[in-house]
């Protein structure tokens, strides 16, 4: 029986092999395969039937189950397609990482190995010795990969198997040991309790008497449990209640209880909730009830139906989601939710939790490795109905999925950016959605003009909500022109005098104020005030960054770091100057400030990177900041995220241009939406009117008039976004064109060019379909050293829908290349729908 198994190499189709006697094997099933002189985890994708000659066995089947179901087999495949990367690669990136072990198999000596065996050994097989010798120094298990790099051999995969074979050893697979969730202890209270009261009440009674310390365990076990649905950790009621964990078993042996184990709660779990209100029970608008009424039906309707929910900020969408949700999971549908990046968002899966319990599962990007394969597998093991996750929870091994939402569709966090597949977890999902022909709900409030082209083209439906939800009113918009206020010196630092005076008053007035700096990244770079020198990285073309709390100057894209200067090394001035701002920087410049002008000295806190990157940071200053016990928070996009504080009522943004001026198509566009989505963080309740105060030195420009003028007059934006999409046309542009980069690079810098120019010769310059543009250098022309080429490709969608022609040109330009040039030293890599910096 052959049986075809996808491994996570590039460019790689799935290899066969045959399968040992006696064992058998599932598709969907990770196994150990040989490859060349290596041993690699690989899946099977295909198992067929007839009988065929000699080839090369499987080592080892790692699974009992299949980690992957049919949807998701299907999903990865048509991934590797559109993406143009190997089934294993996907496959690969589908699992949770720790649930990827590069090998897995232990060895095992079964009996001594004297020295007379190693000489006769020696004669016999040298190298088979060699390694019966290293195994002879190891008392119990040893990995494979520990043998593979001891012995600086990777050819060890047949000598295994002659040893095995032979009888000296036995190879094992061991189930990831470590990886494995911690289980612990916990107790709940027994049925024969919860099914009669009489009983319970006589328990408690006996108890008090008795053995009060066991009636308060008792009573907390009761109290809890019927709280959060689940049991209680036992060490953790022992350290609450301040009595030893003997005394859960005193109550077990009595009968009161039963104890069991449970996968360990994480510390988020336990945090107390961001949430203030029962969503569950809020009464819908009427704009929001025809949505819900929308998308129930199509629910129903078992096919693939993409919908755009457009809804203003504040406007409800959340309650939307959870109302179909409610809807899908009555029917014993499942349910998948991505959000953009869910450590910035712990509100939003805290508003989840508070209506579905313990039927949400939250894939976590800060879950410990065991906690996420814990999760994982009890999601395939169908014990939840809703999969909160970010881009990679795409690939959950979630079944029945009856409804698909996109939260944010617009955040280009949903791209995958490195390794392989470079993948859109928004695309990805209304490849899920076809598959599992469900409806795919993309909410934003600024979507994507991918999608509003899809829209326009009747690909999706488009539903509507047009006004704040419980009465609120959109923030009031004040545009401060920085040209004009350094002209009139009415800046302090980076912040303007306007901005200043409604900061003290919201301080006064106990209101809360979020500064927000418009940029990726928070750079500030040093240079020299005498010849102008500017700190480079010693291995990329790119500007040091001075991070002021370490006192280093720190490159962003490969890492190196040196200690701050003292002076140039260019000219030896002492004059070096900090130019641009990072939140380091604003924060300083608003304590000095407003320290000068008010009575109480202001309490600010900065949240970025920085300051959030240990767990739960982030969601204490959130708390932090809701409680009213800090004033003021300066951050990056990080608080421009679904934050839904009610006594925020003002937001400042230090500089609009910041996004506008990037080297990046999509320029305008990331300004509209982020300046929307700030906005949006002003005035969320009727009670509290927001206003949002913007500086710029560029108050005419599209896309900052769109985004000021867009949520209040519907119009004006969709000008904008006609004038756009008209622009994005002409110059063949996304969403018309797929914008496909192909990335050449390599330490040698003749050699990057001349892979390129060969490259892209294979490639024709154009067809009907598409537009191969010449090799050129990036922004960033070096990075850890290596010199960088794109070529850039566009595939025009109107006569190409699928993209499968484009695909298949550069499947053959990237055969002949990779049969007749490809060198191991030039790395050469495919970003399919590229973000548009380069
Ligand atoms: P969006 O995600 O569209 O920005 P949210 O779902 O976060 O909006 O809702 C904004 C606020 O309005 C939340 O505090 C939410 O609880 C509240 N809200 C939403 N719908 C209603 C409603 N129908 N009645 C009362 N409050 C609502
Ligand atoms: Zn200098
Ligand atoms: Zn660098």
Same mark, same amino acid.
């Given at each position: 029986m052959p049986i075809h198994v996808a491994l996570p190499l590039p460019r790689l189709e799935p290899l066969t092999y045959g399968l040992p006697d006696g064992i058998h094997v599932q598709r969907g099933c990770r196994v150990l395969v040989p490859l060349g002189t290596r041993i690699v985890t690989g899946t099977?994708? !295909?198992?067929?039937?007839?009988?065929?000659?000699?080839?090369?066995?499987?080592?080892?089947?790692?699974?009992?189950?299949?980690?992957?179901?049919?949807?998701?087999?299907?999903?990865?495949?048509?991934?590797?397609?559109?993406?143009?990367?190997?089934?294993?690669?996907?496959?690969?990136?589908?699992?949770?990482t720790g649930l990827t072990p590069a090998t897995v198999l232990h060895v095992t000596v079964l009996r001594p190995i004297t020295d007379d065996d190693l000489e006769e050994m020696e004669l016999r097989a040298p190298k088979r010795a060699r390694l019966l010798r290293e195994l002879r120094e190891h008392e119990g298990e040893i990995s494979v990969s520990y043998l593979q790099r001891k012995l600086k051999a990777t050819a060890i995969a047949d000598q295994l198997d002659a040893l095995q074979r032979m009888g000296w050893i036995r190879l094992e697979q061991s189930l990831e040991q470590q990886r494995v969730p911690r289980m612990v202890r916990a107790a709940s209270i027994a049925p024969s309790l919860l099914s009669n009261e009489e009983e319970l009440r006589a328990a408690f009674d006996f108890l008090d008497?008795?053995?009060? &310390?066991? *009636?308060?365990?008792?009573?907390?076990?009761?109290?809890?449990?019927?709280?959060?649905?689940?049991?209680?950790?036992?060490?953790?009621? !022992?350290?609450?209640?301040?009595?030893? *964990?003997?005394?859960?078993?005193?109550?077990?042996?009595?009968?009161?209880?039963?104890?069991? +184990?449970?996968?360990?709660?994480?510390?988020?779990?336990?945090?107390?909730?961001?949430?203030?209100?029962?969503?569950?029970?809020? &009464?819908?608008?009427?704009?929001?009830?025809?949505?819900?009424?929308?998308? @129930?039906?199509?629910?129903?309707?078992? +096919?693939?139906?993409?919908?755009?929910?457009? =809804?203003?900020? =504040?406007?409800?969408?959340?309650?939307?989601?959870?109302?179909?949700?409610?809807?899908?999971?009555?029917?014993? =549908?499942?349910?998948?939710?991505?959000?953009?990046?869910?450590?910035?968002?712990?509100?939003?899966?805290?508003?989840?939790?508070?209506?579905?319990?313990?039927? %949400?599962?939250?894939?976590?990007?800060?879950?410990?490795?065991?906690?996420?394969?814990?999760?994982?597998?009890?999601?395939?093991?169908?014990?939840?109905?809703?999969?909160?996750? #970010?881009?990679?929870?795409?690939?959950?091994?979630?079944?029945?999925?009856?409804?698909?939402?996109?939260?944010?569709?617009?955040?280009?966090?949903?791209?995958?950016?490195?390794?392989?597949?470079?993948?859109?977890?928004?695309?990805?999902?209304?490849?899920?959605?076809?598959?599992?022909?469900?409806?795919?709900?993309?909410?934003? #409030?600024?979507?994507?003009?991918? *999608?509003?082209?899809?829209?326009? #083209?009747?690909r999706a439906t488009l539903l509507q909500l047009t006004h704040r939800a419980d009465g609120a009113l959109l923030p009031s918009i004040r545009v401060v022109d920085l040209r004009e206020e350094r002209k009139s010196r009415r800046l302090k630092g980076a912040i303007s005098m306007t901005a200043l005076d409604a900061i003290a008053a919201r301080i006064e007035r106990k209101e809360g104020t979020l500064v927000f700096l418009n940029r990726r990244g928070y750079a500030v770079n040093l240079q020299c005030e005498d010849c102008g020198d500017v700190p480079m990285c010693q291995n990329c073309d790119v500007a040091l960054t001075y991070h002021k709390h370490a006192n280093v100057l720190r490159c962003h894209y490969c890492g190196y770091a040196e200690p701050m200067r003292a002076a140039c090394t260019t000219c030896g001035s002492v004059d070096l100057r900090e130019s641009g701002s990072g939140t380091q920087r604003i924060e300083e410049d608003l304590v000095t400030a407003l320290n000068e002008r008010m009575e109480r000295t202001p309490r600010i806190e900065r949240m970025d990177a920085d300051t959030t990157s240990r767990k739960g940071e982030h969601r204490t200053l959130l708390k932090r900041f809701a409680s009213g016990?800090?004033?003021?928070?300066?951050? @990056?996009?990080?608080?421009?995220? =679904?934050?839904?504080?009610?006594?925020?009522?003002? %937001?400042?943004?230090?500089?609009?241009?910041? *996004?506008?001026?990037?080297?990046?198509?999509?320029?305008?566009?990331?300004?509209?939406?982020?300046?929307?989505?700030?906005?949006?963080? #002003?005035?969320? @309740?009727?009670?509290?009117?927001?206003?949002?105060i913007v500086q710029t030195s560029s108050p005419d420009h599209p896309a900052i008039v769109a985004a000021i003028n867009g949520e209040r007059s519907p119009d004006v934006l969709r000008a904008w976004e006609g004038d756009e999409l008209r622009l994005r046309r002409e110059v063949d542009y996304p969403p018309y064109t797929r914008f496909i980069v192909i990335e050449i690079s390599s330490l040698d810098e003749a050699a990057t060019l001349d892979h390129a120019r060969v490259l892209a010769a294979l490639i024709p310059a154009r067809t009907d379909y598409h537009l191969r543009l010449d090799p050129v250098t990036p922004s960033v022309a070096r990075i850890r050293n290596a010199f960088r080429q794109v070529i850039i490709i566009k595939n025009f969608k109107d006569k190409d829908q699928s993209g499968a022609l484009c695909r298949s040109l550069l499947r053959n330009a990237f055969a002949t290349y990779h049969a007749s040039y490809a060198s191991s030293s030039v790395k050469v890599t495919i970003d399919v729908d590229a973000h548009g910096t380069l």
């Open positions: 099977v994708v !295909a198992v067929d039937q007839d009988a065929v000659p000699k080839m090369r066995h499987i080592i080892e089947v790692l699974d009992e189950e299949p980690s992957f179901s049919d949807e998701v087999l299907e999903l990865t495949k048509r991934i590797s397609e559109y993406y143009l990367s190997s089934w294993g690669e996907v496959l690969q990136a589908a699992l949770p008497a008795k053995a009060p &310390k066991q *009636s308060l365990a008792l009573g907390h076990i009761y109290l809890t449990t019927q709280r959060d649905g689940r049991p209680v950790e036992i060490a953790r009621l !022992a350290d609450e209640l301040h009595v030893s *964990s003997t005394v859960v078993d005193s109550l077990e042996r009595r009968g009161f209880v039963e104890i069991s +184990q449970v996968i360990r709660r994480t510390a988020d779990d336990e945090d107390s909730s961001l949430v203030s209100r029962n969503e569950a029970v809020v &009464k819908l608008t009427a704009e929001q009830a025809t949505a819900v009424e929308r998308i @129930t039906e199509l629910c129903d309707m078992r +096919q693939l139906s993409p919908v755009v929910l457009h =809804g203003v900020t =504040g406007s409800g969408k959340t309650i939307v989601y959870q109302r179909a949700i409610q809807h899908v999971i009555e029917g014993n =549908g499942r349910v998948l939710l991505l959000v953009p990046e869910i450590s910035l968002t712990p509100q939003l899966a805290d508003r989840f939790r508070a209506v579905f319990g313990d039927r %949400v599962a939250v894939l976590h990007s800060r879950l410990a490795v065991g906690e996420r394969i814990g999760l994982w597998q009890r999601i395939r093991a169908g014990e939840f109905d809703i999969v909160i996750g #970010a881009r990679s929870a795409v690939f959950a091994p979630l079944m029945d999925v009856r409804l698909i939402i996109v939260d944010e569709e617009h955040e280009p966090s949903y791209k995958q950016d490195d390794p392989a597949p470079r993948y859109h977890g928004r695309d990805v999902a209304l490849m899920r959605g076809q598959i599992h022909k469900c409806p795919v709900i993309l909410g934003s #409030a600024t979507p994507s003009l991918e *999608s509003l082209a899809n829209v326009a #083209a009747g016990d800090i004033d003021l928070l300066v951050g @990056t996009q990080m608080i421009a995220k =679904g934050l839904d504080i009610p006594r925020v009522t003002l %937001v400042v943004v230090v500089n609009a241009d910041m *996004s506008l001026h990037q080297n990046d198509f999509r320029a305008s566009e990331r300004t509209v939406q982020l300046l929307t989505q700030v906005a949006g963080r #002003a005035g969320r @309740t009727g009670s509290h009117p927001g206003e949002m």
